[in-house]
């Protein structure tokens, strides 16, 4: 049987790969093998991914860990390097914008592997982002470029992509966020944080351009401050922040504002479950920009732009940058009612996953033991 390698490495793929794997094995024409590079490795990064998923555990792990771009991109590429060589598959399948995404890109490539990359097209336009080199690089070494909406067919269209490479096959994170979220809702989360439906916001910020830069991330905390006053805020911490916030000495700040509510980083059930019941999102995070529109939730983008331009064009979400008065005010603005309405684009439907995987089956010439009921994504 032919297979195929998922490539994961860090938070926001493990949603992205679990119903394409999902998908797959129900179909059953396809063998698939689960790569972990490690470039996430604590349990509450990683680990609780999986179980909240029902990803099985990986078949490899690389354990590559933390590191600078460079260090962290080579420790990927020598593993990965073995690991492909000692069982070649016939695809290697990557998602995102991660280092890990990169350096899977890089190293099949060269091995003559073909490569689809899901999540194809997104542009920031922002090269001093680490995340918009690794997507300009895996877009032109991918042989299948896999896309979640018009604005990335364009910009791929516009870099010299031919047609026949490009498939729109929506945004496959839209597919893992339908299928839990029922689950995600029933769990006792609010309950035990003494919160209620539609009256909490819910922050994330983990860009370096934000909580690495002692002149920026202040201001930010101090306008999360100033919202908290209103409602509260609640802020799981990724690791790269709490270690911002301890070698910049901002636990004073943050201390005088009890409903500024930092906890640690939350599973992906238990994150959904205060997500989809929060009155607004406030984040720095490419996912949460597009499960909040696709959630129906005002989002608040704490950055200067956005290589998710759709959620801003029709879903809920404003990009606002990172000036304190501005956060607060659109703040206010969503909190008297007058915030931004949107709705859900065309194809995050939940069956993303599906479409990929007739791209794959298609690809690689072989057919489905269960035949597909609608006519597969055409090229574009
Ligand atoms: C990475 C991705 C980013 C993504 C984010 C989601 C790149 C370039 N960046 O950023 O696109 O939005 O993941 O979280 O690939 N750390 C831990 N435990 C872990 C992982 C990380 O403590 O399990 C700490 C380490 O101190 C590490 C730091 O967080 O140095 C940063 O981790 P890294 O994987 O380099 O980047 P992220 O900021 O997580």
Known sequence: ????????GARPNFMKVAPIHRALARRGALAQRLIHTG????????????????????DVHLGVGSGSHAEQTARVMVEL???????????????????????????????LIPVSHVEAGLRSFDRTMPEEINRVVTDRLAELLLTPS?????NLLREGVEK??????GNVMIDSLLSARAKAQALPVLGRMRLSPRSYAVCTLHRPSNVDQPEVFPGILRALGAVSQRLPVVFPVHPRTRRMIAKHRLEPLLSSHPSLRLVEPMGYLEFLCLTSQSKLVIT????????STALGIPCLTVRENTERP???????????????????????RILEGRGKQGRVPELWDGRASERIAEV?????????????????????
């Open 1 to 8: 049987m032919k297979t195929v390698v998922h490539v994961v």
């Open 150 to 154: 018009p604005d990335a067919d364009d």
């Open 284 to 291: 720095d995070s490419g996912g949460l920009q597009e499960e």
């Open 310 to 332: 759709i959620t801003v064009s029709e879903g809920t979400n404003l990009v606002v940058g990172t000036d304190p008065a501005r956060i607060l005010a659109e703040a206010e």
């Open 39 to 58: 470039q996430h490795y604590d349990s509450q990064m990683s680990d609780v991914f999986f179980q909240d998923l029902g990803m099985p555990p990986p």
């Open 164 to 169: 026949s490479r490009i498939f729109r096959v």
């Open 360 to 380: 794959y089956e298609r690809f690689l010439a072989v057919a489905p033991a269960t035949a597909a009921k609608e006519p597969g994504p055409q090229p574009r």
């Open 81 to 111: 390097e073995k690991a492909l060589e000692k069982e070649p598959p016939e695809l290697v399948s990557v998602v995102g914008d991660v280092n890990s995404t990169l350096a899977a890109a890089l190293v099949a490539s060269k091995l």
